[in-house]
């Protein structure tokens, strides 16, 4: 636990909207024991440090982090999709798509976790290198195993990392050897799965005495693995649960991939949804199987959403609920680009999933990069539409920097409906952020290392305004390489509500 507040000087990054963040080059940020920002003034030159200390009552007794220059502080990444029980098979089996995937690579290893020892041991590592590439809150979806899945938890709360933690449900449409008995054994497991992520102490002090579900730092999340996977007697029941406690987040995927949209509409007819709970009249889509199960709200969470229709997007705002977007998942399985552009037009909440290993990396960094491949796709393919309108402010043009950055983390927050308390370096907020280095001896050859001045032309400015400017717009640089070339060698720390619990200066 860092000491009496801890005030961090120097470089910070934080997103603001959707196309704006905030690039201060000498800001002052104070992190209370309890670990939240306490204040953050913007541009404090150093001659005037102690001067803006003893205004805040600090005089003496204070912990003060220097950020170097080559360094910055920024939000840590929301993952808000990815499989811990799949991350043993990054890189195999890339040449399937989704639903043989899941059958010939998947299934197999998910499998393998219902072995305890076996599923201590891997989640162990798997836990630690999603914090080391930047992850301070991921959301994870289990195996279909309860006790595996409390020890995932279990590692998860010892880490110290925000999360969801989830087991699968699933009692069809899964092989043999992989599928629960039935759907009140599938809840059943889900209720103990859950009054155990909840008996977890709290890791920090309380901010309040009287603690909401959403101040622990380990959230369990209700996780029908897709619709395919679960009959409407489970789906039913799963609704049920949910509306007995809104706190509970929802996880699942949808429209990835075009085989298992149709798959998917093929078990649930019009007339089966039209006796769902919550009845769906006319045509069925993916989104309205959701909906007519009472699974669709503002912490439901999405993943991929590749292959909307127009009345899907019209239930998922809604709804209001967020989409993970997954890219690398996406480009790896064949499964399309997803309109991520739209979805932010019509005013969707958007965050990034790395979906190990559908995805073959743990890194929320990779996600951004895919991001804004796919968005350069979409924005080909509409060029080429001599029907697009134009008149959009993001579908049909590449995502840019600011996009990227707030996908990564104030998006994912929303996404998470943790908005509140992450995603950005705001006084209120939980301290979740990461010390980025894009210094030479991070040891990552080639991020950094040229002559400021002359690349930004900016060496005829003179004077303060000139140097602010220069500062801020190789604090911008600093940024858009670290998104585009970075990796674990540059994220130097990894805090969680104030407390360091990894990058590579991490020691347990
Ligand atoms: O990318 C995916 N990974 C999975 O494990 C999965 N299960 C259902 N649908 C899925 N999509
Ligand atoms: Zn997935």
Request: aromatic content about 6%; some cysteine.
């Amino acid at each position: 636990m860092i000491p009496s507040s801890t005030v961090f000087y120097g470089a910070v990054i934080s997103p603001t909207s959707l196309t704006t963040y905030l690039a201060l080059p000498h800001a002052l940020l104070s992190v209370s024991t309890a670990g939240e920002i306490e204040w953050l003034e913007h541009d404090v030159p150093a001659s005037q440090l102690q001067d803006v200390l003893a205004r805040h009552g600090i005089l003496s007794d204070v912990d003060l982090v220097e950020i170097r220059k080559g360094e910055f502080l920024m939000p840590g990444f929301v993952d808000t999709h990815t499989h811990a029980p799949q991350v043993p098979n990054i890189g195999s089996g890339q040449q399937h798509e989704l639903l043989d995937w899941l059958a010939e690579v998947t299934f197999p290893m998910e499998a393998r976790f219902g072995d305890v020892e076996f599923a201590r041991g891997a989640y162990l590592p798997i836990v630690k290198r999603f914090i080391d590439s930047g992850t301070t809150t991921c959301c994870y979806y289990g195996s279909l195993h309860l006790d595996s899945t409390k020890a995932l938890a279990d590692i998860v709360h010892a880490s110290g990392q925000r999360a969801f933690v989830g087991k699968c449900n699933m009692n069809r449409n899964s092989p043999d050897y992989y599928v629960e008995p039935s759907a009140q054994d599938s809840m059943q497991a889900t209720r103990d799965l859950i009054s155990h992520i909840r008996a977890l102490p709290p890791k920090h002090p309380q901010r309040s005495e009287k603690p909401n579900a959403a101040d622990a730092l380990v959230q369990p999340v209700l996780t029908p693995r897709f619709a395919i996977s679960c009959t409407p007697e489970l789906l039913t029941s799963l609704g049920e649960l949910a509306a007995s406690d809104r706190s509970l987040a929802i996880q699942t995927h949808i429209s990835e991939n075009e085989s298992e949209v149709v798959f998917t509409k093929s078990l649930f007819p019009p007339e089966l949804l039209r006796c769902a709970p919550h009845p769906i009249h006319g045509s069925v889509t993916y989104a309205g199987v959701y909906e007519a199960y009472g699974l669709l709200r503002e912490n439901t969470i999405l993943a991929h959403a590749v292959h909307l229709e127009p009345k899907e997007v019209e239930i998922i705002k809604r709804t209001k609920a967020g989409v993970s977007h997954c890219p690398t998942s996406n480009f790896n399985l064949r499964s399309g680009c997803a309109k991520v552009g739209m979805l932010l037009d019509h005013g969707i909440k958007v965050g990034l999933g790395t979906d190990v290993s559908g995805g073959f990396s743990p890194s929320i960094l990779t996600a951004v990069q895919h991001a804004s491949i796919c968005s350069k796709v979409v924005a080909l393919e509409s060029s080429a539409d001599s029907s697009a309108s134009g008149t959009d402010k993001f579908a049909s043009r590449q995502l840019p920097v600011a996009t990227l950055l707030h996908l990564a983390t104030l998006g994912g927050a929303q996404v998470c409906n943790l908005e509140k308390r992450i995603g950005s370096l705001e006084p209120g907020k939980a301290f979740d952020a990461l010390v980025v280095s894009v210094r030479s001896d991070a040891g990552n050859p080639g991020i950094w290392g040229f002559d400021l001045d002359q690349d930004f032309g900016l060496d005829h400015v003179e004077g303060d305004r000139g140097r602010r400017k220069t500062e801020k717009k190789e604090l911008e640089a600093m940024l858009e390489r670290f998104l585009f070339c970075g990796d674990d060698r540059n994220i130097r720390r990894v805090y969680v509500q104030g407390r360091s619990i990894g990058g590579k200066e991490f020691r347990a």
